[in-house]
């Protein structure tokens, strides 16, 4: 889609490395001038370098997600170098994981205020930015399959994660009649983060040597490169995607997925109420095996034997 965001200005939280730097390099490359936002200094003023010396426009700002001064500091920088807001990639995140029994009020807080309320800030102030302009634009706020399903020993990343897609649903109804857009991507991707997991640690390790991806880690367990997710991104960001909010989208290696909105799964009725055992009977007799499991489940990772 190069050219297809010509003239337009976007906003890139936590883009000095991994999946936001591939975010903010594709939407340059697309035509965006980039504010490059990081915690780290080092990475943010170098991914903006890295921009422009491939013939992009970008400018860095370092500061971490979640006050709100930061919030405005992003929205003034993208308006006062170059000249609008029309895009926000709420991708900034840190993992603190522990079980629950284990886990701090800081490793708790430092997650939810970083990915929820960083969130919540960042697209405030552009809310507000772009409201008062009255041009539209794209929000697009970054999900996790654990806010999804859950996963074990992320009780405050699958807390936050999964109130970022509640957010965006709510965001969509409410700036619909601004035009504009709001929607979670849902990626998943080789990173720094995902070589911290056992079953991906060997093949994380021959990404990072420049070996191919199999394909089934690709298609089975929708692990490519960060590159992979970022058209969706762009796509999102784009005019042709006008039509499209309130939605959660997952991309990863090869696969594109739909998440569906939480809905009842089944409603039955009790004349009169229901009480403990009329409750118990139903159970065995017809929830029960309508029950949803809980956590993300894989295929198994196939053993480099078996991959020759």
Same mark, same amino acid.
């Given at each position: 889609?190069?050219?297809?965001?010509? #003239?337009?200005?976007?906003?890139?939280?936590?883009?000095?490395?991994?999946?936001?730097?591939?975010?903010?390099?594709?939407?340059?490359?697309?035509?965006?001038?980039?504010?490059?936002?990081?915690?780290?200094?080092?990475?943010?003023?170098?991914?903006?370098?890295?921009?422009?010396?491939?013939?992009?426009?970008?400018?860095?700002?370092?500061?971490?997600? #979640?006050?709100?001064? +930061?919030?405005?500091?992003?929205?003034?920088?993208?308006?006062?170098?170059?000249?609008?807001?029309?895009?926000?990639?709420?991708?900034?995140?840190?993992?603190?994981?522990? @079980?629950?029994?284990?886990?701090?009020?800081?490793?708790?807080?430092?997650?939810?205020?970083?990915?929820?309320?960083?969130?919540?800030?960042?697209?405030?102030?552009?809310?507000?930015?772009?409201?008062?302009?009255?041009?539209?634009?794209?929000?697009?706020?970054?999900?996790?399959?654990?806010?999804?399903?859950?996963?074990?020993?992320? +009780?405050?990343?699958?807390?936050?994660?999964?109130?970022?897609?509640?957010?965006?649903?709510?965001?969509?109804?409410?700036?619909?009649?601004?035009?504009?857009?709001?929607?979670? @991507?849902?990626?998943?991707?080789?990173?720094?983060?995902?070589? +911290?997991?056992?079953?991906?640690?060997?093949?994380?390790?021959?990404?990072?040597?420049?070996?191919?991806?199999?394909?089934?880690?690709?298609?089975?367990?929708?692990?490519?490169?960060?590159?992979? @997710?970022?058209?969706?991104?762009?796509?999102?960001?784009?005019?042709?995607?006008?039509?499209?909010?309130?939605?959660?989208?997952?991309?990863?290696?090869?696969?594109?997925?739909?998440?569906?909105?939480?809905?009842?799964?089944?409603?039955?009725?009790?004349?009169?109420?229901?009480?403990?055992?009329?409750?118990?009977?139903?159970?065995?007799?017809?929830?029960?095996?309508?029950?949803?499991?809980?956590?993300?489940?894989?295929?198994?990772?196939?053993?480099?034997?078996?991959?020759?």
């Amino acid at each position: 889609m190069s050219g297809a965001l010509d #003239g337009k200005v976007a906003i890139v939280t936590g883009a000095g490395q991994g999946l936001g730097l591939a975010y903010a390099r594709a939407l340059a490359r697309a035509g965006a001038a980039v504010v490059v936002n990081d915690a780290n200094a080092d990475s943010a003023y170098t991914a903006a370098a890295s921009i422009v010396s491939g013939g992009g426009r970008a400018v860095a700002v370092a500061a971490a997600v #979640g006050p709100t001064a +930061t919030a405005d500091l992003l929205v003034r920088a993208a308006v006062d170098t170059f000249g609008r807001l029309d895009i926000l990639v709420t991708n900034a995140g840190v993992l603190r994981d522990t @079980v629950l029994w284990k886990m701090t009020d800081e490793q708790f807080d430092a997650v939810i205020d970083t990915h929820l309320r960083g969130t919540f800030t960042t697209a405030r102030a552009a809310a507000q930015h772009m409201r008062a302009a009255g041009e539209g634009g794209r929000i697009i706020v970054i999900g996790s399959p654990a806010g999804q399903h859950g996963n074990f020993g992320q +009780t405050n990343y699958a807390a936050a994660k999964a109130g970022i897609v509640a957010m965006a649903r709510t965001w969509s109804l409410e700036l619909a009649r601004a035009g504009i857009t709001v929607n979670a @991507v849902v990626p998943t991707a080789l990173t720094a983060m995902t070589a +911290t997991i056992p079953a991906y640690a060997e093949v994380a390790a021959a990404f990072e040597r420049g070996e191919p991806i199999p394909p089934s880690i690709r298609r089975d367990h929708a692990l490519g490169s960060p590159d992979d @997710v970022a058209p969706l991104v762009v796509w999102l960001a784009s005019d042709a995607s006008a039509a499209v909010t309130g939605q959660a989208i997952g991309i990863g290696g090869d696969a594109l997925t739909l998440y569906t909105h939480p809905d009842v799964g089944t409603v039955l009725f009790h004349d009169g109420g229901w009480d403990v055992d009329s409750i118990a009977g139903a159970w065995s007799t017809s929830l029960a095996a309508q029950s949803q499991t809980s956590g993300i489940v894989l295929p198994a990772v196939e053993a480099p034997a078996a991959r020759s």
